[in-house]
C-alpha cells in the first residue's frame, strides 16, 4: 500500500498563490505516474494535472493551463502543485492521487491511491 498526505492548501484571495504538496509513503517504489485532481460541492471529481515517474510529460486540465504548474521530487517521493492566479472556481478539495502506471492518469476511475484531500478556498 501507498500513503499520500497532502498540505499546502487554505484560505487566499482571488489572484493570490498557494503551492500544495503531497508526501507518498509505504511501497513507494510501486508508484509511477502521480497528480492531482479536485471536487466541488454536488460536482465530479475533476481531473487537474499530472506527471509522469520521471517527470519529462506532464498534462493539465484547460481550466489551470499557464496558472497551475506541476512537479515531483522522486528523492523525497513528493508531488507539488503551485497555483497562481486563483480564481474562486478554483474553489474545492484537492486530492493527490498515485498510480501504479507509468502513463498519463487523467481519469479517476483508473487511480491506485487518492490521498485525504486539502481544502482550498479562493475568496472574490
Known amino acids: 500500500q501507498v500513503q499520500l498526505v497532502e498540505s499546502g492548501g487554505g484560505l487566499v484571495q482571488a489572484g493570490g498563490s498557494l503551492r500544495l504538496s503531497c508526501a507518498a509513503s509505504g511501497r513507494t517504489f510501486s508508484v509511477g505516474s502521480m497528480g492531482w485532481f479536485r471536487q466541488s460541492p454536488g460536482k465530479d471529481r475533476e481531473f487537474i494535472a499530472t506527471i509522469t515517474l520521471s517527470g519529462g510529460r506532464t498534462r493539465y486540465a484547460d481550466s489551470v493551463k499557464g496558472r497551475f504548474t506541476i512537479s515531483r521530487d522522486n528523492a523525497e517521493n513528493t508531488v507539488y502543485l503551485q497555483m497562481n492566479s486563483l480564481k474562486p472556481e478554483d474553489t474545492a478539495v484537492y486530492y493527490c492521487?498515485?498510480?501504479?502506471?507509468?502513463?498519463?492518469?487523467?481519469?479517476?476511475?483508473?487511480?491506485?491511491?487518492w490521498g485525504q484531500g486539502t481544502q482550498v478556498t479562493v475568496s472574490s
Open positions: 492521487f498515485a498510480d501504479k502506471s507509468i502513463a498519463i492518469v487523467t481519469t479517476p476511475g483508473r487511480v491506485d491511491y
